[in-house]
C-alpha cells in the first residue's frame, strides 16, 4: 500500500506517504490516498488533517518520475498536473487546519505539498525547496502560485527561482517553518496541536473560512490553472526530457 490512513486522538486524521524506499514520491496510487484522506478529513469530529511520510528519508521528495518520464507532451503531462493540483487547491481549502509533519526533506513537489498545509512543523537539519527550476520546469500542481499568496513576493520569488534546498533552520527564521522539533515527530505534532484542538470543531472552521475567503477573493484558483498549464509546455522541452533521461540513467545504475 503506497500510503496509510489513521484516526489519532485528540481527533486529527494522520495521512502517511508510505513510500519510503522511493523517498516518499508521488504517484498516482499516492495521488488517490490523498483524495482519499481528504474525503475521510471531512467526516464529524474530524479537527485537523495531518500529512507526513513514512521513515526519516524524506517527507515527500515530488512527483515519481520513475513514473512520469513516460509522459512526454503537453498533452501527456497536463491530466497528470491537473490532477494533483486540483487535489492541493482541496487540500488548500479543506475546512480545518491542515499539518505538513516533515519528518524528512520536502523536495520539489514534496514542497507544494507542504505549502499548500496550513502548518509546516520540520525536524530540525532536514532541508526542502522548489527545485523544479533545475528540472526545466516550474512548479506544476499549484504550489507557485499558494507559496506567493501565502509569503512575501520577494522573498517567494527568491525561493522559487534559485531552485535550491534550504534548511529547516532558514525557513524557520523566515516563517515557511512554523515549527521545529526533535525526537518523535508525531508527539512533537501533538504538542503543537493540543491548544489548537481544545477548541470546538465549528470556531476552527469559521476561523479557517475568512482564509479560504481570501484566497478565492485573490482569484487563486484561476491563477493556479495558469500556472498548470505553463509547467505543461515546459514538460516537454528537450531541457526538462534530457534531465529526467539523466535522472533514470543515475537511479537504475
Known amino acids: 500500500m503506497a500510503f496509510s490512513i489513521e484516526r489519532r486522538d485528540p481527533g486529527y486524521l494522520l495521512f502517511t506517504i508510505e513510500r519510503s524506499e522511493k523517498r516518499n514520491a508521488i504517484n498516482y496510487d499516492v495521488m488517490e490516498g490523498l483524495s482519499q484522506a481528504l474525503e475521510k478529513a471531512s467526516e464529524?469530529?474530524?479537527?485537523?488533517?495531518?500529512?507526513?511520510?513514512?521513515g526519516e528519508s524524506a517527507f515527500c521528495s515530488g512527483g515519481d518520475l520513475s513514473v512520469f518520464h513516460l509522459l512526454h507532451t503537453k498533452e501527456d503531462a497536463y491530466p497528470m498536473l491537473s490532477k494533483m493540483s486540483n487535489i492541493l487547491y482541496s487540500l488548500l481549502t479543506l475546512?480545518?487546519?491542515?499539518?505538513?509533519?516533515?519528518?524528512?526533506p520536502a523536495v520539489g513537489g514534496g514542497c507544494e505539498l507542504a505549502v499548500a498545509c496550513d502548518f509546516r512543523l520540520a525536524r530540525k537539519g532536514v532541508k526542502a525547496g522548489f527545485v523544479q527550476g533545475k528540472q526545466a520546469i516550474t512548479t506544476g500542481w499549484g504550489g507557485g502560485s499558494i507559496l506567493v499568496e501565502k509569503f512575501p513576493s520577494p522573498f517567494a520569488m527568491k525561493l522559487l527561482m534559485e531552485a535550491d534546498l534550504e534548511t529547516a533552520e532558514y525557513l524557520f527564521k523566515t516563517g515557511f517553518i512554523n515549527h521545529l522539533f526533535d525526537g518523535d515527530s508525531l508527539q512533537q505534532c501533538g504538542d503543537y496541536l493540543e491548544k489548537m484542538l481544545s477548541n470546538d470543531l465549528?470556531?476552527?472552521?469559521?476561523?479557517?473560512?475568512?482564509?479560504?475567503?481570501?484566497?478565492?477573493q485573490a482569484g487563486?484558483?484561476?491563477?493556479?490553472?495558469?500556472?498548470?498549464?505553463?509547467?505543461?509546455?515546459?514538460?516537454e522541452s528537450d531541457a526538462h526530457h534530457?534531465?529526467?533521461?539523466?535522472?533514470?540513467?543515475?537511479?537504475?545504475?
Open 44 to 54: 464529524p469530529e474530524i479537527k485537523a488533517l495531518v500529512i507526513t511520510g513514512s
Open 95 to 104: 475546512p480545518i487546519p491542515t499539518i505538513a509533519l516533515m519528518n524528512g
Open 202 to 216: 465549528e470556531v476552527l472552521k469559521s476561523y479557517k473560512r475568512i482564509w479560504i475567503n481570501k484566497w478565492k
Open 242 to 253: 534530457q534531465y529526467v533521461k539523466n535522472f533514470i540513467k543515475k537511479n537504475t545504475r
Open 220 to 235: 487563486l484558483r484561476e491563477r493556479i490553472e495558469e500556472e498548470v498549464k505553463n509547467c505543461a509546455i515546459l514538460w
